[in-house]
């Protein structure tokens, strides 16, 4: 069993909670992902909740 700081939890950058808009523009999202992640969470998430739901085209040369 692994112990666990509650201050090592609460420092987290994954669970940090963003504005999905920001988030949506700073990872270029479609606005339609943008709009499909605001139905799914509100105004608000974590940025891993984010980074897990989020649908980005692949980028070809």
């Known amino acids: ?3 666990v700081e509650f201050d090592d939890v609460v420092t987290n950058t994954l669970m940090e ?3 999905v ?3 949506a523009k700073r990872y270029r999202l479609t606005a339609q ?3 499909r992640l605001v ?3 509100g105004g608000f998430a974590t ?3 984010l980074l897990a739901n989020a649908r980005r085209a692949p980028l070809f040369r």
């Open 1 to 3: 069993m692994q112990h």
């Open 17 to 19: 909670v963003l504005s």
């Open 21 to 23: 808009r920001d988030f």
């Open 33 to 35: 992902e943008e709009e």
């Open 39 to 41: 139905s799914l969470f």
């Open 47 to 49: 940025r891993a909740e």
